[in-house]
């Protein structure tokens, strides 16, 4: 089943993609890899959050995905 | 009440606003802002279409929440936030947000503050398309400046 990695707003069009499967656990450092050197150029900044299992996460770098869970990649938001 | 809604549609913000606020007997006051797709951006060039995109787990759940905090913050009767997403054209309405209260203040300013955070502190993406193809729309520096006003946490 994997950890699915989803690409949100304008980092759908750096990664080329909208969405990827990668073996779990995933962590910090495996996102990192996973996503290639552009992508995660925009994550180590700190105004682009990650989610998983469909909870923001406080601190990024903590995150432990398990099999079956989703990690959003969020970048700065715009609605209205 | 709370009625909180993403549509993919495009919909007519009276058809909403009028069972609304007759869903409350005894109210003092409605507030109700409307945001159309606008024709041009800031420079002047056209704008052909515009696109917004959200996370399903995170989008419409943080909505209720921010809904909840207006409704307890501005003691509100009941509060109605609508947004489109999917593809628009310029004219449409994007988001309607109404609230009812006993008095005037807080009606008012429950809508002011639910607006400030949609703009910039909820789980939505913009894309505007121009001649020279699609861009990304980012807050601008008044935007956030206008969210600073509440105090809130901006990620829920």
Not at chain 1, 7 to 23: I, N, Q, T
Not at chain 2, 98 to 113: E, L, P, T, Y
Not at chain 2, 122 to 135: L, P, T, V, Y
């Amino acid at each position: 089943m994997g950890v699915r990695i989803v690409f949100l707003g304008p980092l759908r069009d750096l990664a080329a993609k909208d969405e990827s499967e990668v073996p779990a656990p995933l962590d910090w450092a495996g996102l990192l890899e996973a996503v290639g050197p552009e992508v995660a150029a925009q994550l180590r900044e700190e105004r682009v959050n990650v989610a998983c299992a469909g909870k923001v996460l406080a601190d990024k770098t903590a995150l432990n995905a398990q099999d079956g869970d989703e990690v959003a990649l969020l970048p700065p938001v715009s609605g209205g | 009440m709370r009625d909180v809604r993403l549509l993919t549609a495009p919909f007519i913000p009276g058809t909403l606003i009028g069972p609304f606020t007759n869903a409350h007997p005894g109210l003092g006051g409605v507030c109700t802002f409307v945001g159309e797709v606008r024709g041009k951006v800031r420079g002047g060039a056209d704008v052909r279409a515009l696109e917004l995109s959200y996370y399903e787990p995170l989008t419409l759940p943080s909505m209720e929440q921010l809904a909840d905090e207006a409704i307890t913050r501005f003691d509100l009767m009941g509060m109605l936030m609508v947004h489109r997403v999917g593809k628009m054209h310029p004219g449409e309405p994007i988001v309607c947000v109404s609230a009812a209260a006993k008095h005037r203040r807080g009606a008012i300013d429950a809508v002011d503050f639910a607006m400030d955070h949609l703009k910039s502190a909820a789980w939505f993406w913009k894309r505007e398309q121009r001649d020279d193809g699609w861009h990304w729309i980012e807050p601008r520096a008044d935007d956030y400046v206008n969210l600073a006003r509440w105090n809130t946490p901006t990620q829920r």
